[in-house]
């Protein structure tokens, strides 16, 4: 059993820049891919980026792109985004997810491909 707990939410202005993170915890860590998720209010929760846990290969939604970044501690088992040039649309709450190892890799912006999921951190960007 995979525990996630996500840190590091809160209230930024716009323009600003919030790093997050996804402590995994609970026996042996094992992990294909991590990801980031959000959901907005009054929207469906949408994917962010990932990474794959053993080569740090990343992949972003095109709104993330150039402004986000995913990275990885493979030895305290901790998964990182770093936002930069926050925008009042990426307000939302923020959930980590992991997916445990398997062939082929499956798609990493499917909600169905992770197996645990983080309770969410909230972040508002608001000035």
């Known amino acids: 059993q995979v525990h996630l707990v996500e840190t590091g939410g809160g209230l930024v202005q716009p323009g600003g820049s919030l790093t997050l993170s996804c402590a995994a915890s609970?026996?042996?860590?094992?992990?294909?891919?991590m990801g980031w998720f959000r959901q907005a209010p009054g929207k469906e929760r949408e994917f962010v980026g990932a990474?794959?846990?053993?080569?740090?290969?990343?992949v972003y939604v095109d709104s993330a792109k150039g402004r986000f970044t995913i990275s990885r501690d493979n030895v305290k088992n901790v998964l990182y985004l770093q936002m930069n040039a926050l925008r009042s649309e990426d307000t939302a709450v923020y959930f980590c997810?992991?997916?445990?190892?398997?062939?082929?890799?499956?798609?990493?912006?499917?909600?169905?491909?992770?197996?645990?999921w983080g309770q969410g951190t909230p972040v508002t960007v608001s000035s």
């Open positions: 609970g026996g042996t860590f094992r992990s294909l891919l």
């Open positions: 997810a992991n997916s445990l190892p398997r062939q082929p890799e499956p798609p990493a912006n499917m909600e169905y491909t992770y197996d645990y």
């Open positions: 990474i794959n846990w053993n080569t740090g290969r990343t």
